[in-house]
């Protein structure tokens, strides 16, 4: 097989579909396929919605179209499989996107086609969930008539320094000489280079727990902040000196959400689960993030009621509803735990994010986010995601938002120590 007859078709064109289909249409033709009709034609009229790839960079991929139509898919022989992978109410893997990706695929492939996935699973759930599905679907053989690749996501949203051609991509190919074609696939557009893993399963494994470990980490340093507050100590403080050693890892308290840290460890206790193993450590660190939101409601309360602010008639405002800092994603945000803790104390809450579209936060979550926040209003602010105009503002800017007496929370030390009224 031979890189240069590749014909490319990416399914999904999101965060992480958009930038891998502008760079294989740089090289090889290549059909950006989603099927949102919406964001097809604003990817045809060069805007992208997610703010990940620019007018210039979408109109450089000369090889690109973008389709909606499953017809257009034909043409390709191999298929990059980038659909969201999601958890339900219950925190338990969603594989539905992808199940119905593998079924479309089935429909379309070709004898000696290749079938990439890079939305992240758990160990095993390609061969063991998806490739069953293009069998059953195509009538063709596994690793005799197609073949399967895996190369896990590190998309970043919102990091303009590290894209996609300058982060190291995991490959792993379904046997040796996939492994080695999708190796040189993606080497043919990534700058930093790959590392072929040994398996699929092991390309799988390694992705999930990047996440896991940083989710991990993240739920200590949480919880270390929630004993610091108890004793009166400042966490900012510690952190600074306890960074001064070397090998001293550097991580913040936080709300730990979007599309991948809050959701990917489950993926991997749901497998651990599966094999008779309890994963006691990450389901604790996962128990202490999802309870941060309440965390960050409850201590913002006990601080009006110290002040002797009434809360039936206080009115908060809420700085930030993305994921993390100047990007646009509000998937799986844990700003909206803050909200609906507050709001169970009766308070009337109102919500600015200049990145965010008003119509995505009202169909995702029901809230409506303000044009611009009221001058003078708030008896509460709380600065939840750090986006540089957040930090522009400057303490006097945020704090001209807050009634006569009220209160400055600063949840990600945008501010120096001494200019909030509370940090987490």
């Known amino acids: 097989?031979?890189?240069?007859?590749?014909?490319?078709?990416?399914?999904?064109?999101g965060y992480v579909g958009l930038p891998l289909a502008v760079e294989f249409g740089k090289r090889y033709p290549t059909v950006g396929f989603d099927i949102n009709r919406e964001r097809i034609k604003?990817?045809?009229?060069?805007?992208?919605?997610?703010?990940?790839?620019?007018?210039?960079e979408l109109a450089g991929a000369t090889y690109l179209h973008y389709s909606f139509s499953v017809d257009e898919l034909y043409k390709a022989n191999v298929y990059i499989v980038t659909v969201p992978t999601p958890i339900d109410r219950h925190k338990q893997p969603n594989l539905e996107p992808l199940r119905s990706a593998s079924e479309m695929l089935g429909g379309v492939i070709s004898k000696g086609d290749v079938i990439v996935y890079e939305s992240t699973v758990y160990p095993g759930a390609t061969e063991e969930q998806c490739i069953p599905v293009v069998e059953l679907v195509s009538g063709l053989k596994y690793n005799r008539d197609f073949f399967a690749g895996y190369s896990p996501e590190?998309?970043?949203?919102?990091?303009?320094?590290?894209?996609?051609?300058?982060?190291?991509?995991?490959?792993?190919?379904?046997?040796?000489?996939?492994?080695?074609?999708?190796?040189?696939?993606?080497?043919?557009i990534i700058t930093a280079g790959t590392y072929k893993a040994k398996s699929i399963k092991v390309a799988e494994a390694a992705k999930v727990i990047e996440n896991t470990q940083r989710d991990v980490n993240i739920a200590l340093i949480n919880e270390l902040a929630i004993i610091f507050e108890k004793m009166d100590i400042d966490t900012e403080d510690v952190l600074k000196a306890a960074g001064?050693?070397?090998?001293?890892?550097?991580?913040?308290?936080?709300?730990?959400?979007?599309?991948?840290?809050?959701?990917?460890?489950?993926?991997?206790?749901?497998?651990?689960?599966?094999?008779?193993?309890?994963?006691?450590?990450?389901?604790?660190?996962?128990?202490?993030?999802?309870g941060m939101g309440e965390y960050v409601a409850s201590q913002l309360v006990k601080e009006m009621i110290k002040r002797?602010?009434?809360?039936?008639?206080?009115?908060?405002?809420?700085?930030?509803?993305?994921?993390?800092?100047?990007?646009?994603?509000?998937?799986?945000?844990?700003?909206?735990?803050?909200?609906?803790?507050?709001?169970?104390y009766d308070l009337t809450v109102d919500v600015y994010d200049p990145w965010v579209s008003a119509e995505v936060a009202l169909k995702e979550y029901g809230l409506k986010v303000l044009y611009e926040p009221e001058s003078h209003a708030y008896d509460g602010i709380v600065l939840?995601?750090?986006?540089?105009?957040?930090?522009?503002?400057?303490?006097?800017?945020?704090r001209e938002f807050g009634a006569s007496s009220h209160i400055l929370y600063d949840l990600k030390y945008c501010l120096p120590s001494d200019q909030s009224d509370i940090r987490l």
């Open 1 to 13: 097989m031979n890189v240069d007859d590749a014909c490319i078709a990416v399914i999904g064109l």
């Open 42 to 56: 604003n990817l045809r009229e060069g805007e992208d919605d997610t703010l990940e790839v620019s007018s210039e």
């Open 154 to 188: 590190r998309i970043n949203p919102g990091d303009k320094e590290r894209r996609i051609s300058n982060i190291i991509k995991v490959t792993s190919g379904s046997n040796r000489e996939i492994a080695n074609y999708v190796d040189a696939l993606y080497t043919s």
């Open 244 to 290: 001064t050693k070397w090998n001293f890892l550097p991580f913040r308290p936080g709300l730990v959400g979007g599309h991948c840290i809050g959701v990917d460890p489950y993926y991997l206790t749901h497998k651990a689960a599966s094999i008779g193993y309890d994963p006691e450590m990450i389901l604790a660190g996962r128990k202490i993030n999802d």
């Open 308 to 344: 002797k602010i009434k809360l039936g008639r206080a009115k908060i405002l809420v700085l930030g509803l993305a994921f993390k800092e100047n990007c646009p994603d509000i998937r799986n945000t844990k700003v909206v735990d803050v909200i609906e803790n507050l709001q169970e």
């Open 384 to 398: 939840a995601v750090a986006h540089r105009e957040f930090i522009d503002m400057g303490e006097q800017e945020l």
